[in-house]
């Protein structure tokens, strides 16, 4: 699997890409055309965070609990992850590796429609040889699902202890994170990344996640490399 080209590089930011829908709101917008500029923002994202060597930057892009909006909400927004898996040429010119954490497509319970399951393994496949930063989306991820299935499958493999666990995680490679963002004024962690957030950072922001850009990312990394007093 590559990693990261230098350990200085490797900081781990994980977003929560919260308000869309808000920033939506103020404009006299729907609140797709929020989640449209969330995924302009993300692109955006990317491409600052791979320019300032960030190692791996994992986004929320769709909860296990978002399935219960109105369902042109989530054909919209799974219309979105297969347009950030689509940008191909950018995440290669960025030299970007896609990488997914979520409930399996075979488990009991996915409801991941195979075409967005397709557009998933594309990207990953289309980006595999890329060194530089690894961009991982979790969708239909949900962490105490995620934990309880690890501490399961420990249980069937031997002993149940924190590295058995680690190993079980969606993806076992994964570095704890370093600094947690979340946008748009809320303060909290919302079932998000809780075993692989264990020490980080929080960076808590105003900002609604359309707005989010290289000048929040830059407040959230100087957070993520301040030191313990
Ligand atoms: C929160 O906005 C965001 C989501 C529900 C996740 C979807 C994120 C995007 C579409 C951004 C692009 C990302 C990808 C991976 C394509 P909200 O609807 O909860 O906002 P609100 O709290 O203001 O209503």
């Not at 040889?129 to 239909?140: H, K, Q």
């Not at 499958?153 to 149940?160: K, M, N």
């Not at 692989?196 to 100087?222: K, M, N």
Request: hydrophobic share 40%.
């Amino acid at each position: 699997m590559a990693t990261p080209s230098s350990p200085q590089q490797a900081l781990h930011v994980a977003c929560i890409m919260d308000g869309n829908g808000r920033w939506a709101r103020r404009r006299g917008l729907p609140r797709t055309a929020g989640h449209t500029a969330g995924e302009e923002a993300l692109a955006t994202v990317v491409r600052e965070a791979s320019a300032r060597g960030i190692g791996w930057l994992t986004v929320f892009g769709f909860s296990t609990e978002n399935w219960v909006r109105p369902p042109s909400e989530v054909r919209h927004i799974l219309g979105l992850h297969r347009k950030l898996f689509g940008r191909i040429d950018e995440l290669n010119a960025n030299n970007v590796r896609v990488n997914w954490i979520g409930r399996p497509f075979d488990e009991p319970g996915s409801r991941t429609p195979t075409t967005v399951q397709k557009a998933i393994r594309q990207a990953i496949a289309d980006t595999r040889n890329n060194t530089g930063m690894v961009l991982t989306v979790a969708f239909d991820y949900g962490s105490r699902a995620e934990i309880a299935r690890a501490a399961s499958r420990a249980g069937e493999s031997g002993d149940v202890n924190v590295e058995a666990i680690s190993r079980q995680l969606y993806d076992p490679s994964l570095p704890p994170v370093d600094v947690l963002v979340r946008t748009s004024g809320e303060t909290r962690v919302s079932n998000f990344l809780l075993w692989q957030s264990a020490g980080a950072r929080i960076y808590f922001t105003e900002c609604s996640w359309p707005d989010f850009g290289g000048r929040e990312l830059d407040e959230a990394i100087s957070l993520a490399r301040s030191s313990v007093s």
